[in-house]
C-alpha cells in the first residue's frame, strides 16, 4: 500500500491567502485524522472523521478552518484567509476500525505564512 | 481526562548507551499504549504497541517498552543507542471515552545521540 498521501509538501503563501491541504487516506480505513505540529503546541488533534463524518472538531483554532470530506479516499484542510501563526506543520493519519486505535500518518504538509 | 507525560523533552546518551525514554499516563481504565518516532522532516511512525497481551512489547529497530499497570507506566528502552535513533519520540494512549478512536499524545522526547 501507498499509505497516507498528502499534498503538498511545502507550501508558502501570504497572509490573507486561501490555504487548502489534501490527504489521500489508507484504502478500507474508516478513520481520518488532521493533525497540527508546532514547536511552542506540539501535536495537536485539529478534527477527525468516521466514515466520511465529522466527529469531533474541537481542537480547530477557530472558524478560519475548515475541512471536508467528500468520500473515503480524500479530505482537504482549508484555512481562509490565512494568517502567520497558522505557519506549522499539518499531518493526516488514518486508522481501521478495530485496529487498537492505532493510526498511520502521512508525511506532513509544512505551510509557512508570510 | 486521559494524559500522557513523557518526563524529559531532550535525552542525550552516547552512542551504545542505554537509551530509556519514559512515559506515564493517567487511565482508570487499561489503555492501548503506542511509542512513535518522528525523524526530521518525516511523519510518525509506529515503533511499537501495547494492546493487553504481553506487557513486554518488542518493536522495530531494537526498541521494546514495558507496561507496568500499578507505575501507570510505559517506558521505552534499546540497550544500545546507535546515531541512527536520534529522533522525536511520542508516547500516545488510547482515549477510553467511548471508543472515540482518539490518540491522546504525549509532548514528546528528542533523542540526542553522541558519538
Known amino acids: 500500500d501507498a499509505g497516507v498521501i498528502q499534498s503538498p509538501r511545502h507550501e508558502v503563501t501570504e497572509m490573507g491567502q486561501e490555504v487548502t491541504l489534501r490527504c489521500k487516506p489508507i484504502?478500507?480505513?474508516?478513520?481520518l485524522f488532521w493533525y497540527r505540529q508546532t514547536m511552542m503546541r506540539g501535536l495537536e488533534l485539529l478534527i477527525y472523521f468516521n466514515n466520511n463524518v465529522p466527529i469531533d472538531d474541537s481542537g480547530m483554532p477557530e472558524d478560519r478552518f475548515s475541512a471536508k470530506m467528500p468520500n473515503a479516499s480524500f479530505s482537504t484542510l482549508k484555512i481562509q484567509p490565512s494568517e502567520p501563526r497558522d505557519s506549522a506543520v499539518y499531518f493526516c493519519a488514518s486508522r481501521l476500525a478495530g485496529a487498537h486505535y492505532e493510526q498511520y500518518f502521512g508525511p506532513g504538509t509544512r505551510l509557512t505564512v508570510t | 481526562a486521559q494524559s500522557v507525560t513523557q518526563l524529559g523533552s531532550h535525552v542525550s546518551v552516547s552512542e551504545g548507551a542505554l537509551v530509556l525514554l519514559r512515559c506515564n499516563y493517567s487511565?482508570?481504565?487499561?489503555?492501548?499504549l503506542f511509542w512513535y518516532v518522528q525523524y526530521p522532516n518525516q511523519g510518525l511512525q509506529l515503533l511499537l504497541k501495547?494492546?493487553?497481551?504481553?506487557?513486554l512489547v518488542k518493536g522495530i529497530n531494537g526498541f521494546e517498552a514495558e507496561f507496568k499497570k500499578s507505575e501507570t507506566s510505559f517506558h521505552l528502552t534499546k540497550p544500545s543507542a546507535h546515531m541512527s535513533d536520534a529522533a522525536e519520540y511520542f508516547c500516545a494512549v488510547s482515549d477510553p471515552g467511548g471508543n472515540t478512536g482518539k490518540l491522546i499524545f504525549g509532548q514528546g522526547t528528542t533523542l540526542q545521540v553522541k558519538p
Open positions: 484504502s478500507g480505513h474508516d478513520y
Open positions: 487511565s482508570s481504565v487499561p489503555p492501548y
Open positions: 501495547y494492546t493487553s497481551a504481553a506487557t
